[in-house]
């Protein structure tokens, strides 16, 4: 069984969600992508779209409006323009 990856999604009015989660794929600049676990390190900006964060099968959708994202060794940040969740 994979690892847990650490994801932070902020914006500039408060963090959405900091936690263990399997895998967050993300609308890049240069192309959507996903990030598991032990992923190599980048940072990218991000355009608008969505960001899918899978946990335990459960799947939490976040619209965001931008932003950069940093993959390190630590796990993924997202700092976002703007971010919402989207409703189930």
């Known amino acids: 069984m994979a690892g847990k990856l650490h994801f932070s999604l902020v914006s500039p009015e408060r963090e959405l ?22 992923h190599a390190p980048f940072m990218t900006t ?7 964060v899978y946990n335990g099968g459960a799947v939490t959708t976040y619209v965001i409006q931008g932003g950069f994202a940093d993959v390190t060794p ?15």
């Not at 991000?46 to 899918?52: D, Q």
């Open 74 to 88: 630590d796990g993924l940040t997202i700092l976002a323009e703007q971010a919402e969740e989207v409703a189930a």
């Open 17 to 38: 969600f900091s936690g263990q989660v399997d895998q967050v794929d993300a609308p890049g600049a240069e192309g959507d992508f996903g990030v598991l676990a032990d």
């Open 46 to 52: 991000l355009k608008e779209g969505r960001v899918k």
